[in-house]
């Protein structure tokens, strides 16, 4: 189970200089180098004990693997990837307790939206997340605008 989610939410695969792809597409497309990289991601987030992080190529039809590291990871995400690591017996109680830090534990007490089918009849536009909660407020697109919303106080 390790595997799998770190397969399908963390790793893409590397092309040369082509935009990266999901790793559906290898399996899909390369099933044997598929499964040798499952294999070899398992195995390395049994000898961490942690989810990994991995790097990856395929050239002529061997995998290289470039780097491995333990993911980052957001409050929820270390949270449930530390449940899990400790259900699959990869690391001890006391050890999944150590892997959530007062960070993501700060992060967890954000307002978050609950279900993202709620509002998204709502949404404009979709970007990388900088923040681990959610915000509400006005836009300003200038500098110059600011003052004339503040008066408003629309912000």
Same mark, same amino acid.
């Given at each position: ?43 390395l987030e049994h000898h961490m004990s ?15 693997? !470039?780097?491995?590291?333990? @993911?980052?990871?957001? #409050?929820? +995400?270390?949270? /449930? %990837? ?41 949404? !404009?536009?979709?970007?990388? @997340?900088?923040?681990? #909660?959610? +915000?509400?407020? /006005? %836009? ?16």
């Amino acid at each position: 189970m390790v595997s799998t989610r770190c397969l399908s939410l963390w790793v893409f695969w590397i092309v040369c200089c082509r935009t990266p792809m999901p790793i559906a597409v290898m399996k899909k497309g390369m099933p044997a180098i598929y499964q040798e990289l499952h294999d070899t991601v398992k195995m390395l987030e049994h000898h961490m004990s942690d989810m990994q992080d991995t790097e990856f190529t395929v050239q002529d039809g061997r995998l290289f693997m !470039l780097q491995t590291r333990n @993911g980052k990871r957001t #409050g929820l +995400a270390a949270l /449930k %990837i530390a449940i899990d690591l400790e259900a699959e017996g990869l690391v001890s109680t006391d050890k999944a307790v150590l892997m959530v830090e007062p960070r993501h534990l700060d992060q967890l007490l954000h307002p978050m939206f609950e279900s993202e089918k709620a509002y998204q009849k709502d949404v !404009l536009t979709q970007g990388l @997340g900088a923040s681990p #909660g959610a +915000a509400v407020g /006005k %836009i300003v697109f200038t500098a110059g605008m600011h003052p004339a919303c503040t008066e408003q106080q629309a912000i």
